[in-house]
């Protein structure tokens, strides 16, 4: 029997390459040293399997050489540079690794708070760099009985939580997909208010990078903050807005920030650096001995476990080529995860349950659509930490109940898919069906039928159904800059109505607001996919 190959691109730690080289059943080639062009044109046609880092682009370049390729490890957490949907039309199954780092991120994140109490790396400096010796210069403040804010209570949030309170903190976390029990449990305050947390003494983020949190904190959000408040962020680039950052930090409304991410990296000419009450460090959140061992080890286990068809731990895509799929099926699959991942905007809340219904012959396939729709609900909360293989436990681990109903047929086209989404500010239903092979739609949400391509930004207008709505609408729209492309109104026998109005550009906290104003509006909330 001739053995699987399976390559390794980029650098990783030792224990990874003994784990491949121990096993009988595996040829591994270490090409981390190779030219990536001799790297892909001459080693990885023979991989059965590769492993990469950030340094190897998993691109069109690299998949039409991997004619053989089964899988794709990225040893790491983020897959900015792998084409997920180029390998799954390939068959390749992409997966990463996620919880590897969480202790060094954790543990970084107290380093920078730390650093910043009492102005650490500047005291150090201005001893051992400048042979300054001036305790005066240094007064610094301590961490027991300040105010810590937590934006995104999850494996590294909340373990950040548990750390502040040894400290003697005073601990609030705002996650609103969380239930609250996960932080009060740990003696740690809960809230569903954005300005309890921008109230705290030290701030910091731990979301994933998604179209709800880049920029989640800017120039209004630190204009509400205490003065002297510090900031930390060894999350993800762009969370913070840089040019607000930079703004409250010379104006010293921000007393110090701790900023191991920036939007565009490498930054080294980044304006921050000129500053001298910031902490800054380059993305090291996962550069620990032991964070690294630990990703080497995983990736080269997922390898060996997907080389060998066993199971594939942390696949972001699914381990099956679309062509053993008919036709017709995928496009309801990607409608439906688009529809999970569209309520779960809408209900922005806590979820309590899901279930996926189905109507007509793609009913054959409701197990499957069971797991697009919780990955589409899950996605906005979790972003890549959710995934095909990992969904149905994470929202069991959530108690997230999931189940499924086969439906009869009477709604008048050929296939229907729903998903019921229960969160603990109630409930929401969304319809859906393809006509022509391809085209999507949303075609029922609640009681109101409509007819909705589920693309882009999207506001969701219920109303009381009184004449002049859609003109006052219109008109805030406009104000704000905001171009429609689409509108689309439903009514019901109770006198209200439920308006989708796509628009050109990005609905801003203050279209909300205005909106909401309005008399005859129930609710309002938006979407983008």
Not at 44 to 61: G, N, Q
Not at 303 to 311: D, E, L, P, Q, V
Request: charged share 25%; with cysteine; net charge negative.
């Amino acid at each position: 029997m001739s053995k699987i190959t399976i390559v390794v691109c980029d650098h990783i730690h030792q224990k990874g390459l003994d784990l491949l080289s121990a096993d009988a059943d595996i040829e591994m080639i270490n090409a981390a040293d190779e030219p990536k062009d001799k790297l892909v044109t001459q080693i990885l046609p023979r991989a059965d399997v590769a492993i990469t880092r950030s340094s190897t682009d998993v691109d069109e370049f690299f998949l039409t050489h991997a004619t053989k390729m089964k899988a794709v490890v990225r040893a790491g957490v983020g897959v900015d540079n792998v084409d997920i949907d180029g390998c799954s039309k390939r068959g390749i199954v992409v997966m990463n690794v996620p919880t590897a780092n969480t202790i060094a991120a954790v543990e970084l994140t107290m380093t920078h708070m730390l650093s910043c109490a009492r102005a650490f790396p500047y005291a150090h400096n201005n001893l051992k760099l400048d042979r300054v010796w001036r305790r005066q210069d240094w007064y610094g403040t301590e961490l027991k009985d300040k105010k810590l804010g937590i934006i995104g209570f999850g494996n590294i949030g909340s373990r950040v939580g548990k750390r502040a309170k040894a400290f003697e903190m005073d601990v609030i976390a705002y996650d609103p997909y969380i239930d609250s029990s996960k932080a009060t449990n740990e003696d740690i305050a809960y809230t569903k208010n954005f300005d309890d947390i921008l109230a705290c003494d030290i701030i910091t983020i731990h979301t994933p990078k998604t179209e709800e949190t880049i920029g989640m904190i800017g120039k209004e959000e630190i204009a509400k903050m205490k003065d002297g408040v510090i900031l930390i962020n060894c999350a993800r680039g762009g969370l913070y807005n840089e040019d607000a950052l930079l703004e409250g930090l010379k104006s010293k409304k921000i007393a110090m920030a701790g900023i191991d991410v920036f939007d565009k990296e490498p930054a080294t000419d980044h304006p921050l650096l000129d500053l001298n009450n910031v902490t800054v460090t380059p993305h090291l959140g996962a550069n620990t001995k032991e964070s690294q061992e630990n990703i080497a080890i995983q990736a080269a286990e997922n390898a060996i476990a997907s080389a060998k068809g066993i199971a594939y731990p942390n696949a972001l895509n699914l381990p099956f080529k679309e062509n053993e799929l008919p036709d017709f099926v995928r496009p309801y699959l990607e409608l439906i995860q688009k529809i999970g991942h569209l309520s779960a905007q809408v209900t922005k809340s806590a979820v309590k349950s899901i279930k996926v219904m189905a109507k007509g012959e793609i009913a054959e396939y409701i197990e499957s659509m069971g797991t697009f729709a919780t990955v589409g609900v899950l996605t906005e909360s979790l972003a890549d930490q959710v995934n095909y293989v990992n969904a149905e436990f994470v929202a069991a681990e959530r108690g997230i109940l999931i189940s499924k109903e086969v439906k009869p047929n009477t709604s008048g086209f050929t296939n229907v898919v729903i998903i019921k989404l229960t969160t603990e500010q109630g409930t929401i239903s969304i319809a859906g069906t393809v006509f022509d092979g391809s085209v999507q739609r949303i075609v029922e949400i609640d009681d109101y039928d409509l007819d909705v391509e589920p693309k882009g930004t999207m506001i969701f207008f219920r109303n009381t159904d009184t004449p002049g709505v859609i003109g006052d609408v219109g008109r805030i729209l406009a104000q704000n800059g905001l171009n429609i492309s689409d509108f689309r109104l439903g009514r019901d026998t109770k006198q209200q109505a439920l308006a989708v109005v796509r628009v050109d550009g990005k609905v801003s906290k203050k279209v909300l607001e205005e909106l909401s104003a309005l008399k005859a509006c129930i609710s309002v909330t938006h979407a983008t996919l």
